[in-house]
């Protein structure tokens, strides 16, 4: 076997041991998503302000993405518990955990922070998800994304977010 040979039987087989391991798993990424739910909230008026606690259920989508976990196109089930006050001076102080589900049944756990806008009808605005890892493929994955929330009439609303992620 000449030198030649020797040295593309070395290539090929160090390529066997580097590929797979640089393919199977993408280790940071981004991708923008547009969430679609209903809202089922209470509210009691306290101290001058008001307390809203309830659910937002639907559905997220995934509209763009760099990769792997997320995929262009796959929509998840989204089920979110929303604490909000709002205070006498108009500042809202919104905080809601959310669980998506995939297809397969994995899940992906975020924590969305917004202290801008409202929940009322016709109102809402800017925030941040926290993206805290999940289940299965989005285990161990950290990040953040950017919201914009719009509540809409029959207790409907939306949310449009650009995140970033990555694996430790």
């Given amino acids: 076997m000449g ?5 593309a039987a070395a290539f090929t087989l160090s390529m066997l041991f580097v590929l797979p391991g640089a393919a199977a798993a993408q280790e940071a990424g981004s991708f923008r998503s547009l969430q679609s739910y209903v809202q089922d909230y209470t509210t009691i008026d306290h101290a001058g302000g008001a307390y809203t606690a309830g659910t937002l259920i639907g559905t997220s989508t995934v509209l763009e993405s760099s990769g792997p976990p997320f995929v262009k196109g796959a929509t998840n089930i989204a089920k979110c518990l929303v604490f909000v006050g709002t205070f006498r001076d108009g500042v809202v102080d919104l905080e809601s955990p959310c669980t998506f589900t995939d297809r397969t049944g994995d899940e992906i756990y975020l924590l969305a922070r917004r202290r801008d806008g409202d929940i009322a009808e016709g109102g809402g605005g800017e925030g941040r998800f926290e993206i805290m890892g999940g289940t299965g493929k989005y285990a161990d994955i950290t990040g953040e994304c950017t919201y914009v929330a719009r509540y ?3 207790n409907h609303a939306d949310s449009s977010s650009k995140c970033t992620w990555q694996r430790p």
């Fill in 3 to 7: 030198l030649r040979a020797i040295l």
């Fill in 152 to 154: 809409l009439p029959a």
